[in-house]
């Protein structure tokens, strides 16, 4: 890690200007917009580079089966589903359809279908919370790696003003000896 010494020129607060929450760094209006939108970029460009490494290193059937499953676990799904089994259970029970009829209740083949997607919706989803599980590890180490950068800034910041508050002492004790010795 690099570390940087700024100095920044002390400047008189006007009107636009306010102070950062904590401190007393004189900001304005388009000061907390910048900073705000820099530190939008950057989550934006993280979550990007997350994405595409996604892409890059699964494969088509792992991204077919997160689509199947992200439409399994949706309201559309439900919604559609719902549905379906009214549909079938009602043309299959009603009299006017009667000739039609191609399960007759206790619906055998209906439930042979649901049994059907069930066995095969589950371990699709299983795969992809496996898989989902495995970014969100990826996320939490890049957060833990992001974390720790500032702690050891946030630790670097504090000796700094350690060190500025050991020589202002230093600087106090002999303003107060000349002062003395002007007295």
């Not at 820099?38 to 077919?64: A, G, M, P």
């Not at 957060?143 to 050991?166: C, V």
Request: proline share 3%.
């Amino acid at each position: 890690m690099v570390k940087r010494n700024y100095y920044v020129k002390p400047q008189e607060l006007d009107e636009e200007s306010s102070t950062f929450e904590g401190f007393d760094i004189p900001m304005t209006e388009t000061d907390v917009r910048r900073i705000d939108r820099l530190v939008n970029e950057y989550e934006s460009r993280i979550i990007q580079q997350i994405d595409e490494d996604y892409r890059q290193q699964t494969k088509w059937s792992h991204r077919l089966a997160d689509k199947i499953a992200a439409f399994g676990g949706s309201w559309t799904f439900i919604v559609i589903f719902a549905i379906v089994l009214a549909l079938w259970i009602t043309w299959n029970t009603l009299r006017l359809t009667a000739p039609l009829h191609f399960d007759e209740p206790p619906f055998i083949l209906l439930n042979l279908c649901l049994s059907f997607i069930a066995a095969f919706q589950a371990p699709i989803i299983m795969m992809s919370q496996n898989r989902q599980t495995a970014r969100d590890k990826h996320e939490s180490v890049i957060d833990f790696a992001i974390n720790y950068k500032a702690e050891q800034e946030i630790d670097d910041m504090q000796s700094h003003l350690h060190r500025i508050e050991g020589k202002l002492l230093e600087l106090e004790k002999v303003l107060t000896k000349i002062s003395s010795r002007l007295e």
